[in-house]
């Protein structure tokens, strides 16, 4: 079975350096999204991705916040500056369209820790 | 805003035993309902959507618009059954986000 793949499984970062948090979401699906967790707190939405370009983003995904599609399979997500509270689990996931059929197939998710 | 809660964060049964977990939604429209289901280190998997009225792994959910609610269901629970799950809600509008409550963590006892 397809699988959204997601690198680095976990990363540890200085307050204020720049990370980069990349996933591979399944080949034919259109439709790429983040989401975080916040140890013991429930999963939040960051961002939504489609047709290249941001199509919903939350509160939470602030101007230090970006995406990118580079090069058409890889789904990236920036933190410019890290805070300590940036300490979450993210999620990178994908759907083949946007139809509640198809559901989202989640990776399994990067470790940041902002030390 | 749509909002899911999710009143139990812990759950413990013991196997055989039936199991309910509850989910409660706001939302003005018609939502999409869903559970995810995470097994310990495992990513998040959809269990169930409530548009294709389906029986996975034993559970069902029906979505009830008057009581605003899409509990979960399983009339014998196994202990390949303990995991955090998780309720989530997406508006009727094409690739809008989940909402997800806050988990309910089962545990299934032998």
């Known amino acids: 079975e397809p699988e959204v793949t997601q690198t680095p499984s976990h990363q540890v970062t200085q307050m204020g350096q720049e990370v980069i948090l990349r996933c591979v979401p399944i080949s034919n699906h259109l439709y790429f999204y983040w989401y975080r967790q916040i140890l013991g707190q429930k999963v939040e939405f960051l961002v939504s991705f489609y047709n290249n370009e941001i199509s919903e983003k939350s509160e939470i995904f602030d101007d230090q916040f970006s995406v990118e599609r580079p090069d058409g399979s890889n789904f990236t997500l920036k933190i410019r500056s890290t805070k300590l509270e940036d300490s979450a689990m993210y999620f990178c996931a994908s759907s083949r369209s946007n139809q509640a059929f198809h559901g989202y197939t989640f990776g399994s998710g990067t470790r940041l820790t902002v030390v | 805003a749509q909002r899911v809660t999710q009143p139990e964060k812990l759950l413990s049964v013991f196997k055989g035993a039936p199991v309910e977990l509850k989910c409660n939604y706001s939302y003005s429209g018609s939502p999409e309902l869903f559970w995810y289901v995470q097994y310990s280190r495992q990513r998040l998997q959809l269990l169930l959507r409530?548009?294709s009225r389906e029986s996975i792994k034993g559970f069902t959910a029906d979505l009830n618009k008057g009581e605003t609610s899409f509990h979960l269901k399983k009339p014998f629970a196994q202990e390949e059954d303990s995991a955090m799950y998780y309720c989530?809600?997406?508006?009727?509008?094409?690739?809008?986000?989940?909402?997800f409550g806050e988990g309910t963590q089962l545990t299934v006892n032998p």
């Open positions: 989530a809600l997406r508006r009727e509008t094409s690739g809008s986000r989940l909402t």
């Open positions: 409530h548009i």
